[in-house]
């Protein structure tokens, strides 16, 4: 029953890292950028949702109609902005400034907020469980594996069968016969990044009533994102998931061996999946 309980919570927290990473997927599978900021960014937005419960009492949940559009506008401007302008030069100029982005954006969290650990109040939602064959699972829990499943649902149907997605995905695939079909290759890689920003908003927020974060807290969120991306296959949704779930599973069962395995398993796991199957376990480009 341990076993079964550790694997259960490893499924539950593989949906936390696939909500985290699923923007980190979209950005990669569009334009082929690692993001280096998405951690930074993921923090940012769980400051401004208690940012907005603090200052106005809004309800945790409801930052979230704030929280998303900022955080897509912020994410269109730094694509336009800089992102675009870098693109020019080579992929390898993106990835620096994103580095910049994230090394800037931390001490701006840190001299605005303190070091100082905090956490979204959800009240009982946060402790509150539903008992399955013998087996509690927490509710807040399961609410975000739901999210994480169906933002991915959501923005694979978006990329596939509306009108921008399919213009974003013929940009990725010839960015020069787009353009001669009318298709503004630079605000489609804005958009694309202003969706990914939006659902690392909605995950730092989720992030925030889950545990304790702080202004350096992006970096761990970075590289769970990023592990979970390349477990799964870079650019592919459905592969982000999965790896999101391999990496949970691999921590809790690793924990549960011994506590001090825990993280350690995760990365065993990534390592291994990089070694011998670098494309992958779901090697599709995203939307394909």
């Not at 809004?58 to 730094?78: C, H, K, R």
Request: aromatic residues 8%; contains cysteine.
């Amino acid at each position: 029953m341990d076993w079964i309980n550790a694997v259960l919570q490893g499924l539950l927290l593989g949906g936390q890292y696939a909500l985290l990473a699923c923007g980190l997927s979209l950005i990669f599978g569009v334009m082929r950028i690692v993001n280096l900021a998405h951690g930074v960014l993921a923090v940012a937005s769980a400051y401004l949702a208690l940012w907005l419960v603090q200052q106005t009492g809004m309800p945790s949940f409801l930052t979230l109609l704030v929280v998303i559009p900022v955080l897509a506008a912020v994410g269109y401007a730094i694509q336009r902005g800089l992102f675009n302008p870098a693109l020019r030069h080579g992929e390898l100029s993106p990835l620096l400034v994103s580095f910049g982005l994230a090394v800037i954006g931390a001490n701006l969290l840190q001299e605005v907020f303190t070091a100082d650990s905090r956490k979204i109040s959800i009240g009982t939602l946060s402790t509150s469980s539903v008992e399955l064959g013998g087996l509690r699972l927490g509710v807040f829990s399961l609410l975000t594996l739901v999210v994480a499943v169906g933002v991915i649902v959501g923005l694979q149907l978006y990329l596939s069968h509306t009108r921008i997605g399919r213009a974003m995905r013929a940009t990725k695939d010839d960015p020069e016969a787009a353009t001669l079909m009318g298709i503004d290759e630079r605000h489609m890689y804005a958009l694309a990044t202003a969706i990914a920003v939006g659902t690392v908003a909605l995950a730092g927020v989720f992030l925030g009533m889950s545990t304790q974060f702080s202004p350096t807290y992006g970096d761990l969120v970075l590289i769970f994102a990023f592990e979970a991306v390349i477990i799964g296959g870079l650019g592919s949704l459905w592969g982000t998931l999965l790896g999101g779930l391999v990496l949970g599973v691999a921590q809790t069962v690793g924990a549960q061996v011994d506590p001090a395995y825990g993280v350690l398993a995760g990365h065993l796991v990534f390592l291994v999946v990089l070694l011998f199957r670098p494309q992958g376990l779901l090697p599709k480009a995203v939307a394909a």
